[in-house]
């Protein structure tokens, strides 16, 4: 079965950076597209940034330019460079893959399996 394990969540300051990592596992990682969500409290899971297949990219307007979303097939493992960090940044970090083989599904239909998530929480 899919699992995916993010890490590297934590706690940073305005203008700080954080690298997170989702080791994926139970299924052929380079052959499906994978993604980053997040959630703060009281708001609805974001879809912010997508991989495809072919490392085709997808950066939501709130991350564009900050945040760069990159695979490694070989190592099994989606990577989230997060640089120039916003209060507003803090939520609850999910990597995703898509349901799909070889294409990223609709934007926003959630067709994803989820992991347990890493907190990222950016002070003022």
């Known amino acids: 079965q899919v699992q995916l394990v993010e890490s590297g969540g934590g706690s940073v300051q305005a203008g700080g950076s954080l690298r997170l990592s989702c080791a994926a596992s139970?299924?052929?990682?380079?052959?499906?597209?994978m993604g980053w969500f997040r959630q703060a409290p009281g708001k609805e899971r974001e879809e912010f940034a997508t991989i495809s297949t072919s490392n085709g990219a997808y950066y939501a307007d709130s991350v564009k330019g900050r945040f760069t979303i990159s695979r490694d097939n070989a190592k099994n493992t989606l990577y989230l460079q997060m640089n120039s960090l916003k209060p507003e940044d803090t939520a609850m970090y999910y990597c995703?893959?898509?349901?799909?083989?070889?294409?990223?599904?609709?934007?926003?239909?959630?067709?994803?399996?989820w992991g347990q998530g890493t907190q990222v929480t950016v002070s003022s």
């Open positions: 995703a893959a898509a349901r799909l083989l070889w294409s990223c599904p609709a934007r926003n239909s959630g067709n994803f399996y």
């Open positions: 139970g299924y052929t990682f380079s052959s499906y597209c």
